[in-house]
């Protein structure tokens, strides 16, 4: 019921820095976590990161953990992942997810963004 819609993402060089952000529209619940899966060609749909409501409560796969930073600011609606130091490896189409909690982010999520690229070169 909750549509999300992702916006940043982008070409950088390895070592680079890139953003991208996931706004709520439409009728929201007051309390629901979001994260971020990301899928690359021919290989599975990876799960990577989650928030809570509060903001406070955080994942990172081990994948992307010391580089990746996720937050919400929850007047907005609007997840953000800000993706440092990054390598040729995170290059995949990343989606914004959205669940009633970090629990069923990972296994169900409710609600899908339309995907962000993201492509690191060499």
């Known amino acids: 019921q909750v549509q999300l819609v992702e916006s940043g993402g982008g070409l950088v060089q390895t070592g680079g820095s890139l953003r991208t952000s996931c706004a709520a529209t439409?009728?929201?619940?007051?309390?629901?976590?979001m994260g971020w899966f990301r899928q690359a060609p021919g290989k599975e749909r990876e799960f990577i990161t989650a928030i809570d409501w509060s903001g406070t409560n955080t994942y990172y796969a081990d994948s992307v953990k010391g580089r990746f930073t996720i937050s919400r600011d929850n007047a907005k609606n609007t997840v953000y992942l800000q993706m440092s130091n990054l390598k040729p490896e995170d290059t995949a189409v990343y989606y914004c997810?959205?669940?009633?909690?970090?629990?069923?982010?990972?296994?169900?999520?409710?609600?899908w963004g339309q995907g962000a690229q993201v492509t690191v070169s060499s």
């Open positions: 439409g009728r929201t619940a007051g309390s629901y976590a």
């Open positions: 997810a959205a669940a009633d909690s970090m629990y069923l982010l990972t296994t169900k999520p409710t609600s």
